[in-house]
C-alpha cells in the first residue's frame, strides 16, 4: 500500500472514531441493553453492536476491497496478507457499563498480518491516540513518546487486566503472575482496556503492560502506537508478538519488556483467533 493510501486509511479511521466516539457519550448512563458473552464479567452493550455496524458500513463503503475483523461480528475469521480493518467497537465494555471513563473505540489496519495504522478514541478522557507506521503517534496531534527514565522493572509502573475469563486456569495465572511481579516494581494498575493500557505506554504514563486472553481487536490499534511513540510490542514469552495468539506485552523498550517477561511465572497458550 503506498503512503498515500495509507494516510487516506489514517484520515478516515479518525474521522469515523470521532463519529463513533460521540455514539458511545450520546448512550452513556441510559439504562443498556446488555447481554453476556462467554462469562458474567464478559458483556457487549447494544451501543457495541451499533458502533460496530456503524464503523463496518462506513468502513466498507470507503473500502470495499478490504477484509473486516471485528469483535461483535467476526469471530475466528483468520487474519491474511490482505488489507484488514480490525475493530473493536467498545474496548473496556465493562467500564462503559459502569461508567467508568476508561473506554474507547479501537481502530487497526493491518497489511501483510503487520498493524500499519492505529486509531484509539476515548470520547471520556478526551484522548484521541493515531498512529501510521513510519510517522510517529500522536495524542490530540501532539506527538507522544514511551518513557526514557525507567532502567529497570524496580522503577516501573506496569499495566495488567484480570480480564473477562472466570475459568481457574485463568485465575491462576493471574494470581501467579501479580504475585510474581507486583512486588518487584513501584506499582501495578489496572484500568480494563486493552487499547488504552497500550496508549498508556505509548505516551510513557505506564512503563509495560502484560496480559492474557485478549483477541486481535483488543492489540491491532494500540500495537502500532506503541511502535511508532519508541516501544516495543512483544509475546509474553519474549518473542515476536502474534496478534492472533490473545496474548501480549507491551513494553518503553527492550529491557524492561525482557525483565517483565522473565519475570512472569505463567504464560498462557490460548487457543488462537
Ligand atoms: C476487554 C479488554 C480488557 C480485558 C477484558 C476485555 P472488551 O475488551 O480491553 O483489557 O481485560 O477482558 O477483553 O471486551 O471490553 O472489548
Redesign the pocket.
Known amino acids: 500500500m503506498d503512503a498515500k493510501e495509507l494516510l487516506r486509511c489514517e484520515r478516515s479511521a479518525i474521522r469515523l472514531a470521532i463519529e463513533a466516539g460521540a455514539m458511545m457519550t450520546a448512550a452513556s448512563g441510559r439504562n443498556k441493553e446488555i447481554a453476556e ?1 462467554d462469562s458474567f ?4 452493550t447494544e451501543t ?1 453492536k451499533a458502533v460496530e455496524k456503524f464503523l463496518f458500513n462506513e468502513l466498507k463503503r470507503l473500502f470495499p476491497d478490504f477484509r473486516f475483523i471485528g ?1 461483535e461480528t467476526s469471530s475466528r475469521v483468520g487474519l491474511t496478507a490482505d488489507p484488514t480493518w480490525i475493530i ?9 457499563v459502569h461508567t467508568f471513563p476508561c ?1 474507547c473505540v ?1 481502530i487497526g489496519l493491518t497489511v501483510n498480518k503487520v498493524p500499519v495504522v492505529g486509531v484509539i478514541y476515548s470520547p471520556f478522557l478526551d484522548k484521541l491516540y493515531t498512529a501510521r507506521k513510519g510517522s510517529g503517534a500522536y495524542c490530540n496531534g501532539r506527538p507522544i513518546s514511551v518513557s526514557k527514565n525507567c532502567n529497570s522493572l524496580s522503577e516501573a509502573l506496569l499495566l495488567c ?5 472466570r475459568d481457574d486456569e485463568k485465575k491462576n495465572a493471574v494470581f501467579r503472575n501479580l504475585e510474581a511481579v507486583g512486588w518487584l516494581v513501584h506499582g501495578v494498575r ?8 497500550l496508549c498508556s505506554v505509548a505516551d510513557g504514563s505506564a512503563d509495560a503492560y502484560w ?1 492474557f ?3 486481535v ?2 492489540m491491532a490499534a494500540g500495537a502500532v502506537i506503541v511502535t511508532e511513540a519508541g516501544g516495543v510490542v512483544m509475546d509474553t514469552k519474549g518473542g515476536p508478538v502474534d496478534i492472533m495468539n490473545r496474548r501480549i506485552l507491551g513494553a518503553c523498550c527492550d529491557k524492561i519488556g525482557h525483565e517483565l517477561s522473565a519475570a512472569l511465572p505463567i504464560h498462557l497458550d490460548l487457543e488462537s483467533d
Open positions: 458473552k464479567a464478559d458483556l457487549v457495541d469483535e473493536d467497537p467498545i474496548d473496556g465494555t465493562m467500564n462503559f473506554t479501537s487486566e484480570f480480564g473477562n475469563q489496572c484500568m480494563g482496556s486493552a487499547a488504552l493500557n496480559e486472553g485478549l483477541h481487536w483488543d
